[in-house]
């Protein structure tokens, strides 16, 4: 069964306090590990797709990073409208559909 | 703004009730997938369709069902409710069957009395 852990649940951080977020995973075999962004009451805002360890990919303060066992969140000078719950995603070689399972989440709160 | 519209945005109901959720992918998107995301169990894969077919199932229970039709839009039958299906209920689509991002909907509130 594919299995997604996600650290810490909560994260607070004051404004320019760079940090990282964790994804750990357990797939037979990983298609793709998927980044979103989720405001409260929202739906899940799609962030980065990484397929392969050693990828990495950067959009503004963001930066997603994978190995064989988990995903890095790396959040660089944060700013308060980074305050989301950010949740990663592993979608399986093995299902015949595209279903994604998800983490937990880590709510981060960003302080100014 | 994902492109994926759903309707209602919240819904109250009383418990034995039935409820339909809608949902439109966004333009070109043959996928469409329903996710249950409730405090306790987080995001839950329910079921995803594919240009009118399922194509996979997750944990979705007997009293719910869905369908895809023609125009490509989905919707999501919710039947005998009780409280425990109190839950915000996301729509997501994708462009193809490998690999592909999916792009959620602002999902349906739904509130059982």
């Known amino acids: 069964e594919d299995q997604v852990t996600q650290s810490p649940e909560a994260l607070r951080l004051q404004e320019g306090e760079s940090s990282s977020l964790n994804c750990s995973y357990t797939?037979?075999?990983?298609?793709?590990l998927f980044w979103y962004r989720q405001d409260p009451g929202k739906g899940p805002e799609f962030l980065f797709t990484?397929?392969?360890a050693g990828e990495e990919k950067e959009k503004e303060r963001l930066k997603a990073t994978l190995t064989k066992k988990e995903s890095f969140l790396h959040i660089t000078a944060p700013k308060p409208e980074d305050s989301a719950t950010y949740l990663c995603?592993?979608?399986?070689?093995?299902?015949?559909?595209?279903?994604?399972?998800f983490g937990g989440g880590t709510r981060l709160m960003v302080k100014p | 703004d994902s492109g994926v519209t759903q309707t209602p945005k919240h819904l109250i109901t009383a418990t034995g009730q039935r409820v339909t959720l809608r949902c439109s992918p966004r333009?070109?998107?043959?996928?469409v997938y329903w996710y249950q995301q409730s405090l306790d169990q987080g995001l839950q894969f329910l079921i995803q369709?594919?240009?009118?077919?399922?194509?996979a199932k997750g944990n979705i229970l007997e009293r719910f069902s869905a369908q895809q039709f023609p125009d490509l839009h989905s919707e999501l039958n919710l039947s005998s409710l009780e409280l425990g299906d109190s839950a915000l209920y996301f729509c997501?689509?994708?462009?193809?069957?490998?690999?592909?991002?999916?792009?959620f909907g602002p999902g349906t509130r739904l509130t059982v009395l």
């Open positions: 997501a689509s994708s462009g193809g069957l490998m690999r592909n991002e999916q792009f």
């Open positions: 990484l397929y392969s």
């Open positions: 995603a592993v979608q399986a070689t093995d299902n015949a559909g595209n279903m994604l399972t």
């Open positions: 333009s070109g998107d043959l996928s």
């Open positions: 797939v037979s075999g990983l298609r793709g």
């Open positions: 369709y594919y240009n009118g077919e399922e194509r």
